[in-house]
C-alpha cells in the first residue's frame, strides 16, 4: 500500500520522518499513489505529471553522477524560471547533493563571490549567462552543461581555454542508466536525511557579500507547513511568478510537492498579464510582494477581472491595497507573513488587515523576542530588533555556507538576530518598522523610513521612493528622500511634496532633503541599496528644504512634554521584506 506524506502540526516539535520531508522520498511516495497527476505546468505549454517529475528528477540525477556529483556535492544552478531548474533541483537532491541557485542577474564580483563560497565543482547555466563567466574567477569549478543550446562560440572557447568541460543539456534529459538514480544510488553513502543540507539559497547582500544560506530539508518543510497551513491543499495551484533562485519560488514549489498539488511556473511577473495568466494557469494560490500589489491595484479596473480561478493572495509585506485585489480579483482570502531566507515564517497573520507593517503574530512552535543592542528584551510599544528560535530541531538555516564569522553574528546566546525592527502590541500583534541599519534617529526621535516612505508614495507622482539618513548637526541625521516619478508623470515640485506630506507625517519625520532620480540603485535581488544612498549624501542635485526657507508646522514643545507622541506611540509601521523577506 502506497503512503503519501502528511504535514505535521506546525506546533509539534517532531522531526518529521525523511519519507515526509526529503524530496526524493516524497517526489517517489507521490508519483506512486498519484501518478497522473499534474504537477508542474509550463509557459511553453508543457506539463509534467508527478510520474514526469519523477522521471525527469531521475534522468538529471544520472547525468550529475555522470559528472561526479556525489551525495553532499554542491550543484551550482545558473538558470530563469522553467523545466531546467527544476530539473536540476530535484535531480540533485536525488542524489543527496545540494541545489545552489543562482540570480540570473549576478555578475562580475558578486557572481565571483558566490561560485567560490559555494565550492561546486558542477555548474547549470543558461547559454545566454555564459558569456558573464569570462574573467571571472571561478573556485573549484570544473565543469559546465550548458542549457538552451549548444555550448559554442568565444564564451565556450574561453571556457575550454581556462580547463573547464562543457557538456550539453541533453546530459540531464536522456533516460537513465540501469545504474542510475535509484531508491538508494550505491556510491550516495548515507541515506539523504531530514537535516541534510538541501540548498544553499543567496541573500541580497544589501551592504557586504550576499550570504549562501544553508537551508536543510527540515527548515524548507517548516517554513511550508506553517505558511500554508489552513491555507493551501491538494486541489490548489500555486503560480510560481517569483524566481526559483529565492526562497519564495521554492516554497511555493516545495509547498504543492508535499501538498500533492501543482504549479504553474511562469518567467516572472506582469502587471497588464497577470489575471490572463491565472485564467490560462488555473492558478489559485499566489505571492504578490509589496511593489506587486501596488501595481495591479493602481491599474484601471478592467470589467469581468474577478472572472479568474484565483482563491487565496499571500501578501507581503502587509500593505493597504491587498483588500481592493481581494475585491477586485474575487479571491477569498489574503493573508501576510513575515519571512525571510534564515527563517521559518515565525509570524503569520489572520485575514489581512490593510494596516501598513501588520505581520501577524507569532505562530506556534516560535519564540520570538524584541531586543535592544545588547539582547535585553524591550517593552510593548517599544522598538526593539526581533530575534526567533523554533521548538522543532533545524528549522531553521544552520549558517551561511564558508562565512562562520557571519553565522555567529547571526547566531549570537542562541538566537537568530534577524536584524530587523519591529513594535509590538500589549495584544501581540507585530508591526514591522525598519532594517536596524536603515533607522534614523533626528532629533530624539528614532524614524521608520518605511513609515517615511509609505507616506511619499501615497503621492501620485511617485513610482518609487527611499528614505535615508544623511549627516546632521550635533551628531544627528536629518531625513532624506530619494524618489523616482510614476511613468509618464513628471517629478512633483520638492516644495510640494513637503506641503503633501505636513498632514500626513510628524513634524519630525517630514524630508529636509528631496532628491529626484530615474532610478534606485537595487541589487540583483532587487533590493535598494540604501548604503549607496548614503554614501552620496546630499548631492548638488538635492533640494534642501531649510535653504529653500520652506516653513514646516511642529507641534507644540509644551504639548511633548505633557505627552505628546514620540517614537514609541507613533502608528505602527513598516512591512516584513520578503526576504525570501522572498532573500
Known amino acids: 500500500m502506497n503512503t503519501v506524506p502528511t504535514l505535521l502540526d506546525p506546533a509539534d516539535p517532531a522531526v518529521p520522518a525523511a519519507r515526509d520531508c526529503v524530496l526524493g522520498p516524497v517526489l517517489r511516495e507521490r508519483a506512486a499513489a498519484h501518478p497522473d497527476r499534474v504537477f508542474a505546468l509550463f509557459e511553453d505549454g508543457s506539463r509534467w505529471s508527478y510520474a514526469g517529475a519523477l522521471d525527469a528528477a531521475r534522468r538529471a540525477a544520472s547525468g550529475l553522477r555522470a559528472l561526479g556529483v556525489r551525495h553532499g556535492d554542491t550543484v551550482l544552478a545558473w538558470l530563469p524560471n522553467g523545466p531546467a531548474v527544476l530539473r536540476c533541483w530535484f535531480g540533485a537532491n536525488l542524489l543527496g547533493a545540494v541545489h545552489v541557485p543562482l540570480n540570473t542577474a549576478y555578475r562580475g564580483a558578486l557572481l565571483r563571490h558566490a561560485i567560490e563560497v559555494s565550492g561546486a565543482r558542477v555548474m547549470v547555466v543558461h547559454a545566454d549567462l555564459l558569456p558573464r563567466l569570462d574573467g571571472v574567477r571561478l573556485g573549484r569549478l570544473e565543469r559546465v552543461v550548458v542549457v538552451g543550446r549548444e555550448p559554442a562560440g568565444p564564451a565556450a572557447q574561453a571556457l575550454a581555454r581556462r580547463g573547464i568541460a562543457l557538456h550539453p543539456a541533453e546530459l540531464l534529459t536522456a533516460p537513465a542508466?540501469?545504474?542510475?538514480?535509484?531508491?538508494?544510488?550505491?556510491?550516495?553513502?548515507?541515506?539523504?536525511?531530514?537535516?541534510?543540507?538541501?540548498?544553499?539559497?543567496?541573500?541580497?547582500?544589501?551592504?557586504?557579500?550576499?550570504?549562501?544560506?544553508?537551508?536543510?530539508?527540515?527548515?524548507?518543510?517548516?517554513?511550508?507547513?506553517?505558511?500554508?497551513?489552513?491555507?493551501?491543499?491538494?486541489?490548489?495551484?500555486?503560480?510560481?511568478?517569483?524566481?526559483?533562485?529565492?526562497?519564495?519560488?521554492?516554497?511555493?514549489?516545495?509547498?504543492?510537492?508535499?501538498?500533492?498539488?501543482?504549479?504553474?511556473?511562469?518567467?516572472?511577473?506582469?502587471?497588464?498579464?497577470?489575471?490572463?495568466?491565472?485564467?490560462?494557469?488555473?492558478?489559485?494560490?499566489?505571492?504578490?510582494?509589496?511593489?506587486?500589489?501596488?501595481?495591479?491595484?493602481?491599474?484601471?479596473?478592467?470589467?469581468?477581472?474577478?472572472?479568474?480561478?484565483?482563491?487565496?493572495?499571500?501578501?507581503?509585506?502587509?500593505?493597504?491595497?491587498?483588500?481592493?485585489?481581494?475585491?477586485?480579483?474575487?479571491?477569498?482570502?489574503?493573508?501576510?507573513?513575515?519571512?525571510?531566507?534564515?527563517?521559518?515564517?515565525?509570524?503569520?497573520?489572520?485575514?489581512?488587515?490593510?494596516?501598513?507593517?501588520?505581520c501577524g503574530r507569532v505562530r506556534p512552535g516560535v519564540e520570538a523576542r524584541l531586543v535592544d543592542g545588547h539582547d535585553r528584551e524591550v517593552p510593548a510599544g517599544a522598538v526593539g530588533e526581533l530575534m526567533v528560535r523554533t521548538a522543532r530541531p533545524w528549522a531553521l538555516s544552520h549558517g551561511y555556507a564558508g562565512m562562520p564569522e557571519a553565522t555567529v553574528r547571526a547566531w549570537r546566546n542562541g538566537w537568530f538576530h534577524t536584524g530587523d525592527c519591529f513594535r509590538r502590541t500589549a495584544e501581540g500583534d507585530y508591526f514591522f518598522v525598519d532594517r536596524a541599519k536603515d533607522v534614523i534617529r533626528r532629533r530624539g526621535e528614532n524614524i521608520s523610513s518605511f513609515e517615511v516612505e509609505t507616506a511619499v508614495l501615497e503621492h501620485p507622482g511617485i513610482a518609487e521612493a527611499a528614505a535615508v539618513a544623511v549627516p546632521g548637526a550635533g551628531g544627528e541625521d536629518e531625513v532624506m528622500v530619494v524618489t523616482v516619478?510614476?511613468?509618464?508623470?513628471?517629478?512633483?515640485?520638492?516644495?510640494?511634496?513637503?506641503?503633501?506630506?505636513?498632514?500626513?507625517?510628524?513634524?519630525?519625520?517630514?524630508?529636509?532633503?528631496?532628491?529626484?532620480?530615474?532610478?534606485?540603485?537595487?541589487?540583483?535581488?532587487?533590493?535598494?541599496?540604501?548604503?549607496?544612498?548614503?554614501?552620496?549624501?546630499?548631492?548638488?542635485?538635492?533640494?534642501?528644504?531649510?535653504?529653500?526657507?520652506?516653513?514646516?508646522?511642529?507641534?507644540?514643545?509644551?504639548?511633548?512634554?505633557?505627552?505628546?507622541?514620540?517614537?514609541?506611540?507613533?502608528?505602527?509601521?513598516?512591512?516584513?521584506?520578503?526576504?525570501?523577506?522572498?532573500?
Open 485 to 583: 516619478p510614476a511613468e509618464g508623470d513628471a517629478a512633483p515640485e520638492p516644495a510640494g511634496l513637503v506641503e503633501y506630506l505636513r498632514p500626513r507625517l510628524p513634524h519630525f519625520m517630514i524630508p529636509r532633503y528631496v532628491r529626484t532620480v530615474d532610478r534606485l540603485p537595487r541589487t540583483p535581488n532587487s533590493k535598494v541599496e540604501k548604503h549607496l544612498l548614503r554614501e552620496r549624501g546630499v548631492t548638488a542635485d538635492t533640494w534642501d528644504r531649510e535653504a529653500a526657507g520652506v516653513a514646516v508646522r511642529r507641534e507644540r514643545i509644551g504639548a511633548e512634554r505633557s505627552g505628546g507622541q514620540r517614537s514609541g506611540g507613533q502608528r505602527p509601521g513598516g512591512a516584513g521584506s520578503g526576504r525570501e523577506r522572498t532573500d
Open 177 to 358: 542508466g540501469r545504474d542510475g538514480a535509484e531508491e538508494r544510488p550505491p556510491d550516495a553513502g548515507d541515506e539523504v536525511r531530514p537535516w541534510d543540507t538541501q540548498a544553499v539559497v543567496f541573500t541580497s547582500g544589501t551592504t557586504g557579500p550576499s550570504k549562501g544560506v544553508l537551508s536543510s530539508y527540515v527548515h524548507l518543510y517548516s517554513t511550508v507547513n506553517a505558511d500554508v497551513h489552513g491555507h493551501q491543499g491538494p486541489d490548489d495551484r500555486y503560480l510560481v511568478n517569483l524566481p526559483l533562485f529565492h526562497g519564495a519560488g521554492m516554497i511555493a514549489t516545495y509547498c504543492m510537492l508535499l501538498l500533492g498539488g501543482s504549479v504553474a511556473v511562469v518567467h516572472g511577473f506582469d502587471t497588464r498579464d497577470f489575471v490572463p495568466v491565472l485564467r490560462r494557469t488555473g492558478a489559485t494560490v499566489c505571492t504578490l510582494l509589496g511593489a506587486m500589489a501596488a501595481f495591479l491595484a493602481g491599474r484601471p479596473p478592467v470589467p469581468g477581472e474577478a472572472d479568474n480561478p484565483l482563491r487565496t493572495i499571500c501578501l507581503v509585506p502587509s500593505v493597504p491595497e491587498g483588500e481592493v485585489l481581494r475585491r477586485r480579483l474575487g479571491a477569498d482570502t489574503v493573508y501576510t507573513t513575515y519571512n525571510m531566507t534564515e527563517i521559518c515564517a515565525p509570524l503569520i497573520s489572520g485575514p489581512h488587515s490593510g494596516e501598513p507593517g501588520f
